[in-house]
C-alpha cells in the first residue's frame, strides 16, 4: 500500500519541480533581461553625452582655428607667458585684443585637454559675451580675461552633471550668481571641467567623461574634486579657473597640479545656482574660490567677485568687499602651526612644505607658533562625518541609483551602503585593535 501511495505522490512532485524550476527560470531571465535593459539605457545615454561633448569641443578648435588663420600675426607664445595681473593690464590699455586673448587660450584648452582630458564643455556664448566686453563703457577688474568653470557651477544653457545621470535632466535655465559676477567684471566664461563624481572624492573621474590626468605626469591624478580645473590651468590652458571645496577639492588639485588655489571663508561667496549632491549642507558648507598660477592672481578675482554686484544678487552673502588694507599691511604677524593634526598622517613631502614655509615666514620676520589640535577624533567624526553624513549617506546614495560608479569611488560608495548595523558591529570590533586612518583606509 506504501508503495502504491508513492507512486501516486512521485509524479504530483516532478510536476510541482518542474514548475517551480519553470518560475525561477524566467524570473532570472526576467532580472537579467531587466538589467541588460537598465545597462542599455545607461549605454545610449553616455554615448549621448560623449557625441554633445565631442560636438562642443569640435566648435571650439574650429573657431579657434578660424581666428588664427584670419590673423597669423597673434603672438600666442607671449600672450600665453603672461601672469593674470600682466595681462589684464594690456587688455585694459589696449595693447593686447580680448579676442585675441580668448582663441589663444581656446586653442590652447585644446591641447592640454587632449593629453589629460579636462573640458567637459564648450561654451560658444563666450563669443557673444566676448562682443558684450568690448562694448562696456567701463572696463571691469577681468576685463576680457578667459575663465574656465568647473563643472557643478551653473551656466545658463549647459549641464551641471557631478558626473552623474540624475543631473542630465535639463541644463542650467540661468548662470549662478558667481557667474553673473564674473560677465559683469568683465570676464568670458569659456569652457566647463571635469569634476569626481557628486564632487566628493580626491580623485577626479566620472562615467560621463572619465578621468582626467595630471598635467605634469599622466600616471598620476589631478586631484578632486576640482581636478579638471587644476589640470587646465596646471597644463596652461587656463589663466583663471572657478572650483568649489568641502573638504580639499581646491586645495588638492591645486597642490597635485603645482598651482594656487583659494577656498574663502564658508559663504563669503554666493553659492546660489551651484549644483550639489547632497542639499542642506549647513554644518559642512560647500564653497566657491578661484584657482591661478599665483596668489597675486587669487587676490585680483577676489577683489573682482567681493562687488556690490555679488551682494545685490545675493542679499545672504555678507556685504564685505576686500580688504585692500589688510592684504597690504607690512605688520608682523603671529601665525599658529602644525605638521601633522593626529589623525591622518601627512606624506613626507607635506610636512616639508610645511617646515619649509614656516622658515620663509620666520624670516620675513613673522612669529611662528606651533600648535596642536585639540579633540581631534572628536572634530572628524562628530562635527565633519556625521555632520556630512548625518542621514547614512542616503540622499547622496540617491543619486547613484540606475547609474554606473566610476572605478575611483567604488571602495567609498561601497563603504556607504554598508548597513548601519553592520557598521557599528564592525567598529565595536575593529575599534579597539585597528587606528583611524586605517579604518578610513579600509572603506
Known amino acids: 500500500m506504501l508503495q ?98 580668448l582663441y589663444t587660450y581656446m586653442e590652447k584648452a585644446m591641447v592640454v585637454t587632449r593629453e589629460v582630458n579636462c573640458v567637459t564643455d564648450f561654451m560658444p556664448e563666450c563669443e557673444e559675451q566676448l562682443r558684450e566686453v568690448k562694448k562696456q563703457k567701463e572696463k571691469g577688474l577681468l576685463y576680457g580675461i578667459p575663465v574656465s568653470i568647473k563643472d557643478n557651477i551653473g551656466c545658463k544653457g549647459h549641464f551641471s552633471t557631478l558626473g552623474l545621470l540624475q543631473f542630465l535632466r535639463a541644463p542650467q535655465e540661468d548662470d549662478c550668481v558667481l557667474v553673473k559676477v564674473l560677465k559683469r567684471q568683465g570676464a568670458i566664461p569659456f569652457v566647463k571641467t571635469n569634476s569626481s563624481q557628486s564632487v566628493l572624492n580626491y580623485d577626479c573621474g566620472n ?34 579657473g572657478m572650483g568649489s571645496d568641502v573638504a580639499g577639492s581646491i586645495r588638492l588639485p591645486s597642490s597635485f597640479c603645482g598651482i594656487c588655489g583659494f577656498k574663502p571663508t564658508g559663504n563669503r561667496l554666493s553659492t546660489a545656482g551651484v549644483a550639489d549632491p547632497v542639499a542642506g549642507m549647513n554644518s559642512v558648507t560647500s564653497v566657491l574660490g578661484p584657482m591661478a598660477r599665483d596668489v597675486d592672481s587669487l587676490a585680483l578675482c577676489m577683489r573682482a567677485l567681493l562687488c556690490e554686484d555679488m551682494f545685490r544678487l545675493d542679499p545672504t552673502v555678507p556685504p564685505m568687499p576686500f580688504n585692500e588694507q589688510i592684504y597690504t599691511s607690512t605688520t608682523r604677524l603671529r601665525i599658529g602651526f602644525y605638521d601633522g593634526d593626529g589623525y591622518f598622517e601627512p606624506s613626507p613631502s607635506m610636512r616639508r612644505a610645511i617646515h619649509e614655509t614656516k622658515t620663509l615666514l620666520q624670516e620675513a620676520g613673522h612669529t611662528l607658533v606651533p600648535f596642536t589640535i585639540p579633540r581631534i577624533e572628536h572634530a572628524v567624526h562628530e562635527l565633519f562625518t556625521r555632520a556630512l553624513f548625518a542621514d547614512g549617506a542616503a540622499t547622496l546614495l540617491e543619486k547613484y541609483k540606475g547609474d554606473l560608479v566610476h572605478p575611483t569611488l567604488r571602495s567609498q560608495i561601497r563603504c556607504y551602503r554598508i548597513p548601519i548595523l553592520v557598521k557599528r558591529i564592525l567598529s565595536f570590533i575593529l575599534t579597539p585593535v585597528v587606528s583611524p586612518l586605517d579604518l578610513s583606509q579600509l572603506c
Open 207 to 240: 562615467p560621463l567623461f572619465g578621468r582626467t590626468v595630471n598635467p605634469h605626469n599622466h600616471s598620476k591624478c589631478s586631484g578632486g574634486s576640482s581636478g579638471g580645473e587644476g589640470a587646465l590651468v596646471g597644463g596652461g590652458g587656463s589663466i583663471l
Open 4 to 101: 502504491e501511495k508513492l507512486r501516486q505522490l512521485l509524479p504530483e512532485a516532478e510536476v510541482d519541480v518542474r514548475t517551480v524550476s519553470a518560475l525561477l527560470c524566467g524570473s532570472a531571465a526576467a532580472v537579467l533581461a531587466f538589467k541588460w535593459v537598465g545597462q542599455r539605457r545607461i549605454e545610449r545615454r553616455l554615448e549621448e553625452v560623449k557625441q554633445r561633448r565631442d560636438q562642443g569641443l569640435g566648435q571650439m578648435e574650429k573657431a579657434a582655428r578660424q581666428f588664427k588663420q584670419q590673423n597669423p600675426g597673434v603672438q600666442t607664445g607671449s600672450i600665453l607667458s603672461l601672469s593674470l595681473l600682466e595681462l589684464a593690464e594690456k587688455l585694459k590699455d589696449e595693447s593686447l585684443s580680448p579676442d585675441s586673448v
